[in-house]
C-alpha cells in the first residue's frame, strides 16, 4: 500500500468513477411532454406500433364513448388512463391491442347546452327549423370531440385519433338504425303506454342511467276519501286516509289500495264524530301528524259499532275483507273525471312502514299504480304534459302546474288550498324529507308519467335466437371455459334470460360487478327506447294507422338504412316518407314516428359498427373468432348505463354479450371524500394538474389508487404522488449514470461466476417479472405500480445501489480498465435492470420511459415499440433482446422461468437483510448521537443465538453489505439468551485509518490518506 504524508495527500478524486448522464434530475414535466408528444405524432408512433403488432394475438378493448359535451374532468382522466393502461400493457406483453377512441353524441347531454345557448339568446328552439338545430347539436359535438381529444393526447393516451368513431357519423347512424330494425323484424318492439321517468324541464322520457337520487324536503299530506259503499256497514260514510308526498297526483287519483293482510280500524274525532280507517299499527303516527283528539272504534260480533272493548281482535278489519268498498274523490262536486267511484284495490306492495296503510292509485304515475289499475280495468287519462302541466281541458287546475314545483304542492298552494275548502285535507306540511330521482343533466326533478312509448319486451320468447348445446357438450367443446355453476339457455329465451346467461359467462373486475348488474337485470322493467326529442337517432318505423302495426318490410328497411348512411338523422322525413315505402304502399296509410332513440341504445350498439363494420381493420378478428371485444371498462355506474344497454342490445340481436370481460372502476373524491361537485367548489381539473404537475404525475396518481373502489385526490396525495415519482425518476437517472460507458466487452456472461449478491437481485428481478406479468392478466395495476416503485426503492435504492456504489466508484482503474469481476458483474446487472424497468415503466410513466430510453439510446426509436422483457437464465447473461422477432421471444420465453424459484438464496438474503436493518438502526443512533459521522467509522459486533446466522454471515463479505469499517459475528452467550433478543449489536468507533481514495477505514491504511489494498491495485499498472 501506499504511504503518503499527511500534508502530502493526493486528492484521488480523478480516479474515482462518478455517474454521468444527461438525464436531469428535475423533471420539467409540464415543459418536456408536449415536445415528446409532437415526437410521436411526427413519426406516427400508433402506426408504428400496429405495424409491428400485426398478425400478433389480439387483445381489443373497446372505448365506451363519453359524452361531446365539455372540457374532460377527472373521471374522464382515470378512465381513459386506465383504459391506456390496459392497452399498453397487452402491447408490451407482445400483443396486437389497437385502441379506437369513440364519443357518444347524441341526446339530451349536447342538445341541452345548445338550447342553452338558445335561451341565453332568448330564442325559441322550437321556432327553428329542425334541421337547422340538429346542425348547431352535430358542431357542438364536435367542437369537444375536437377539444377532448386534444387534451387526451396530452395525457399521454395512445390510440387511432385520426380516425375515432362518433355516433353521428352517418355510417354509425345507419348501423344504430339496422340494429333497431332487427329487433322490429324479430317482433322485439312494441308500443305502450307505461309510467316512464319524465323529466318536465327537458320535456322527454328519461332512461335510469340518466337519473340521480338526491335528498329534498317535500310536502306531506293525508288526504280523506268519504266511504260510499261497502260490506262492512259501519265503513260507509266514514273517510280513508291516504298520505303521500306528491300532491300533484291527488288531481289524477282513480282507485285505492289497501294491503290484503294489513289490519286497519276505525279511529274517531271525539271533538267533531268524523270517522277514519287507517292501519291500526300507523294510528300513532297518524294522530301526530293531523294533531286530532282520536279513539279506536271496535266491532262486535254482530258488527254494530261499540266503544271501548277491550278485546283487540273484535277491533280489526282484515284488509281482504275491504273487497267491494268504493270511495268518492273530494273533488268530486267538479263531476265528469272526478265523479266517478274510486274502488278499493287490494295491493301487495302496500305496506304499514310510514303513513296510513291505504295508497291512493294513479295509473299515470306510477309503476305499482298502473299495474293494479290496468288489471283492473282503470286506463290512463294523460292528464299531465310533457311540461309538467295538467291538459288546459283537465276539469281540476287544468292549463296550471308545474307539477314539480314546490310552491305548487306546497301547504298554502292551489292543491291543498282547493282539499283544505272541501274539507278533505286533514293534515299538510312542508317538512318531509327523502331521496327524490332528479335528471342527472338538468338536475331538475323528474316525474313517473305515462305516455304512449316503444319497448323491447325483457320476457318475450326471442324465437330469432338459437339456443345453446347443453352445458356438458360446451365444457367439452370449450376447452373447460363455461362455468359449471352457469344454467343452460332454454330452448326459447327470453332477453333477460339470454342477458342473465351471458352474466354468467362474463368475467368481472372486480368480480362484485357480476352480482350488481345481475341484480339490475333480474328486475328491470321492459326497455323504453324512445325519446321525445330532436338530436338523436330516429326510430325509422312506419305505424299501419287502421291496425296499429309497424311495417316489417325487408325492402323498405334496406332503403332507409341506405338512406341514413348517405345524409344522417335528416333523411328520415315526411318529405321522403313515400320514396322509402316505395310503390307498396300509400305514405297516407302509415304514421311515420317521429321519437328518437334513446341515447343508450345509441351507445349499445357501438359494438356493432366499430368491431364489425371493418372500418377498422386493426379491430378486424384475424383468427375469425366472433364480434366480442376482449374488454369492457368504465365506471361502476355503467352496470346500469353502456354495460347493461350494450349487453341487451347484443343479446338481442347476436344472443351473446359484446364483452368478454368488464372492468369497473370506482369514482374520484376530494381529499376529504366528499363527491366533487362545482357547487361545492371542490373540482380538480385534471388540465390544470396536467400543467402544474405534468401528465405522468396524474398517471401515476391514476395507476397508485385502488381504482376498483372510490379513491381521492387532493394537493396532498399529489404531493405524495410527485414524491413517489421523483424516487422512480432518480432510480432511472443513477441507472443511466452507473452505465456511462457500459459496452459488450465489459458484459459478464456467466451468471454462475458473479458474486451472490448479484444473483439475488437477478432472483428478485425475476420474481418482480412473474408478479407483474400475473398483475397485468389481472388488470390489477395497483399493485402492478406498487411493485415497481418498492422494488426500485427498497430493492435497489435503499440496498443494492447503497451497498455497490463503493465498487461501482472504485474498482475502476489503469489496472482494471473494465473494472473487477465484482464490478463488472454489477454493471452487468444493471444493464438487465435497466432493460427490464424501462419496460415496465413504460405503460404507467409514458414520457418519462420514453425520456429514459431516448437518453441512453437516442436512435432507437420508442420505448412503447419494445416488449416485455426477456430475462437471463442462471447461466447465460445476454442481452434483453428488442421486440420484433416473435420466434426469438418465444424460444426465449422460458428463460425467466428457469431463474425463478432460487428459494435458498432468497431466503439466505432475506435475512442477511433484516440483520442489516436492525444493525443500521444501532449506527443512525450512534450518528444521531455524534459518535459517529458516517456508517464507515462503525466497528459492529453481532451475537446471535442462531447457528445458521453465524453461518449466513460468515458466507459473505458483510463489511460491504453492511457498509461499515469492520463486523465481527459471534455466538450470543447463553446466559444472556433469555434477557436479550435472538440477535444484539455493539457499535463502536474504530480505529482503522481512513483510505484516501475509497474512504473505507479499513486495517490496512497505515494513516488517514494513504490507499487501501483495493485501490492500491486498480491504480497500480501492471
Not at 447 to 465: A, E, G, L, N, S
Not at 947 to 967: A, N, Q, R, T
Request: include cysteine.
Amino acid at each position: 500500500m501506499t504511504d503518503t504524508p499527511a500534508t502530502e495527500q493526493r486528492d484521488y478524486r480523478d480516479t474515482v468513477f462518478l455517474p454521468k448522464t444527461d438525464f436531469p434530475m428535475k423533471a420539467g414535466l409540464p415543459q418536456k411532454e408536449p415536445l415528446i408528444l409532437a415526437k410521436w405524432l411526427e413519426a406516427n408512433l400508433e402506426g408504428q406500433i400496429r405495424k409491428a403488432r400485426r398478425g400478433r394475438d389480439q387483445f381489443i378493448l373497446h372505448d365506451g364513448p363519453p359524452y361531446a359535451n365539455g372540457d374532460m374532468h377527472i373521471g374522464h382522466a382515470l378512465n381513459h388512463i386506465l383504459k391506456d393502461m390496459v392497452v399498453r400493457t397487452q402491447t408490451l406483453k407482445g400483443k396486437d391491442a389497437p385502441y379506437v377512441p369513440g364519443w357518444d353524441c347524441h341526446g339530451l347531454p349536447i342538445e341541452w347546452k345548445v338550447e342553452e345557448q338558445y335561451r341565453k339568446k332568448k330564442l325559441n328552439k322550437d321556432e327553428v327549423p329542425v334541421e337547422e338545430f340538429r346542425a348547431e347539436c352535430r358542431a357542438y359535438a364536435q367542437h369537444w370531440v375536437d377539444t377532448q381529444r386534444e387534451q387526451l393526447k396530452r395525457l399521454g393516451i395512445g390510440g387511432d385519433w385520426d380516425h375515432p368513431y362518433l355516433t353521428m357519423d352517418y355510417a354509425a347512424e345507419a348501423t344504430i338504425v339496422r340494429e333497431l330494425l332487427k329487433f322490429a323484424a324479430n317482433d322485439m318492439l312494441y308500443r305502450g303506454a307505461k309510467p316512464v321517468m319524465w323529466s318536465p324541464v327537458e320535456k322527454t322520457a328519461l332512461a335510469e342511467a340518466e337519473i340521480e337520487y338526491e335528498d329534498i324536503v317535500s310536502t306531506q299530506i293525508d288526504v280523506a276519501f268519504e266511504i260510499v259503499e261497502s260490506p262492512i256497514a259501519e265503513l260507509v260514510g266514514a273517510h280513508a286516509v291516504i298520505w303521500t308526498t306528491t300532491p300533484w297526483t291527488i288531481p289524477v287519483n282513480q282507485a285505492l289500495a289497501y294491503g290484503p293482510d294489513v289490519y286497519y280500524h276505525l279511529v274517531e274525532d271525539a271533538e267533531d264524530g268524523s270517522k277514519f280507517l287507517i292501519a291500526f299499527d300507523l294510528f300513532e303516527s297518524f294522530r301526530a301528524r293531523t294533531g286530532r283528539d282520536l279513539r279506536i272504534l271496535s266491532r262486535d260480533s254482530s258488527g254494530d259499532v261499540a266503544d271501548d272493548l277491550r278485546d283487540i281482535t273484535k277491533k280489526q278489519i282484515k284488509g281482504a275483507d275491504l273487497a267491494g268498498t268504493i270511495a268518492r274523490h273530494p273533488m268530486h262536486a267538479l263531476g265528469g273525471f272526478f265523479a266517478r267511484p274510486r274502488p278499493f284495490l287490494a295491493g301487495d306492495f302496500v305496506t304499514t312502514d310510514s303513513g296510513t296503510g291505504l295508497v291512493h292509485m294513479s295509473p299515470d304515475h306510477g309503476e305499482d299504480d298502473f299495474d293494479l289499475c290496468k288489471a283492473n280495468g282503470l286506463d290512463p287519462v294523460f292528464a299531465v304534459e310533457g311540461d309538467g302541466k295538467y291538459r288546459a281541458d283537465w276539469g281540476w287546475l287544468g292549463g296550471q302546474g308545474s307539477v314539480i314545483n314546490p310552491k305548487f304542492n306546497a301547504p298554502d298552494g292551489p292543491i291543498c288550498t282547493d282539499l283544505r275548502e272541501a274539507g278533505a285535507l286533514l293534515a299538510a306540511s312542508a317538512d318531509y324529507k327523502h331521496s327524490y330521482p332528479h335528471s342527472w343533466r338538468s338536475k331538475a326533478k323528474v316525474i313517473y308519467r305515462c305516455t304512449p312509448q316503444w319497448f323491447v319486451p325483457m320476457d318475450k320468447v326471442m324465437t330469432h335466437i338459437e339456443p345453446k348445446a347443453p352445458r356438458e357438450q360446451r365444457w367439452e367443446s370449450e376447452g373447460g371455459a363455461i362455468n359449471p355453476h352457469e344454467e343452460d339457455l332454454c330452448d326459447a329465451p327470453t332477453l333477460r334470460q339470454a342477458a342473465m346467461h351471458a352474466i354468467e359467462r362474463t368475467r368481472f373486475v372486480p368480480e362484485k360487478g357480476r352480482n350488481r348488474i345481475g341484480s339490475m337485470v333480474k328486475d328491470r322493467p321492459d326497455w323504453v327506447l324512445s325519446r321525445q326529442r330532436a338530436w338523436g337517432v330516429p326510430i325509422t318505423l312506419f305505424v299501419d294507422r287502421k291496425t296499429g302495426q309497424y311495417l316489417n318490410d325487408p325492402i323498405v328497411n334496406d332503403r332507409i338504412v341506405a338512406a341514413v348512411r348517405e345524409g344522417g338523422v335528416d333523411a328520415w322525413s315526411d318529405a321522403r316518407a313515400q320514396e322509402y315505402l316505395g310503390d307498396a304502399y300509400n305514405a297516407a296509410d302509415y304514421e311515420r314516428i317521429t321519437d328518437i332513440l334513446d341515447v343508450w341504445f345509441d351507445s349499445g350498439c357501438t359494438h356493432a359498427f366499430v368491431l364489425e363494420s371493418g372500418k377498422w381493420p386493426a379491430l378486424v378478428r384475424h383468427d375469425g373468432g366472433t364480434h366480442s371485444a376482449d374488454l369492457y371498462l368504465e365506471g361502476s355506474d355503467q352496470h346500469r348505463g353502456w354495460f347493461q344497454s350494450s349487453l341487451l342490445e347484443s343479446c338481442g340481436t347476436r344472443g351473446q354479450a359484446p364483452y368478454k370481460a368488464v372492468l369497473t372502476h370506482g369514482f374520484t373524491m376530494d381529499a376529504k371524500g366528499f363527491k366533487m361537485s362545482k357547487s361545492l367548489g371542490n373540482t380538480i381539473s385534471p388540465i390544470d394538474l396536467m400543467r402544474d404537475y405534468g401528465a405522468d404525475i396524474l398517471r401515476l396518481w391514476a395507476l397508485s389508487v385502488d381504482f376498483t373502489e372510490d379513491h381521492r385526490i387532493g394537493k396532498e396525495i399529489l404531493t405524495g404522488v410527485a414524491d413517489q415519482y421523483r424516487k422512480l425518476r432518480n432510480t432511472f437517472r443513477y441507472l443511466l449514470g452507473a452505465l456511462d460507458g457500459f459496452s459488450e466487452e465489459e458484459r459478464v456472461t456467466d451468471v454462475a461466476a458473479m458474486p451472490e449478491l448479484e444473483r439475488y437481485m437477478l432472483s428478485l428481478l425475476a420474481d418482480l417479472d412473474a408478479k407483474m406479468a400475473q398483475a397485468v392478466d389481472d388488470f390489477d395495476y395497483n399493485t402492478y405500480t406498487r411493485l415497481l416503485a418498492d422494488f426500485c426503492n427498497e430493492d435497489l435504492s435503499a440496498f443494492y445501489f447503497d451497498i455497490r456504489k463503493d465498487v461501482l466508484y472504485c474498482d475502476l482503474g489503469p489496472a482494471a480498465p473494465l473494472g473487477t469481476d465484482t464490478r463488472r458483474a454489477y454493471r452487468s446487472v444493471l444493464d438487465v435492470l435497466f432493460h427490464a424497468l424501462v419496460r415496465y415503466a413504460a405503460p404507467v410513466l409514458v414520457f418519462t420511459s420514453e425520456e429514459v430510453w431516448g437518453t441512453r439510446y437516442p436512435d432507437a426509436g420508442s420505448v412503447h415499440l419494445l416488449e416485455w422483457p426477456v430475462l437471463p437464465d442462471l447461466s447465460t447473461l445476454r442481452h434483453p433482446r428488442e421486440s420484433g422477432d416473435p420466434e426469438s421471444a418465444s424460444a426465449d420465453a422460458t428463460l425467466g422461468s428457469r431463474f425463478r424459484g432460487n428459494d435458498e438464496l432468497k431466503e439466505k438474503w432475506a435475512r442477511v437483510r433484516k440483520i442489516r436493518e436492525r444493525a443500521m438502526l444501532s449506527i443512525e443512533e450512534k450518528r444521531r448521537a455524534k459518535i459517529l459521522g458516517s456508517s464507515l467509522e462503525a466497528e459492529v459486533v453481532i451475537a446471535s443465538a442462531h447457528e445458521s446466522d453465524l453461518e449466513i454471515l460468515g458466507s459473505i463479505p458483510i463489511d460491504e453489505i453492511f457498509i461499515v469499517s469492520k463486523v465481527t459475528v459471534e455466538p450470543m452467550p447463553e446466559n444472556m439468551i433469555q434477557a436479550l433478543p435472538d440477535t444484539g449489536w455493539r457499535v463502536e468507533k474504530t480505529e482503522n485509518h481512513k483510505c484516501g481514495r475509497c474512504w473505507r477505514h479499513l486495517p490496512e491504511v497505515e494513516a488517514d490518506g494513504s490507499l487501501c489494498n483495493r485501490c492500491d491495485t486498480v491504480l497500480t499498472a501492471a
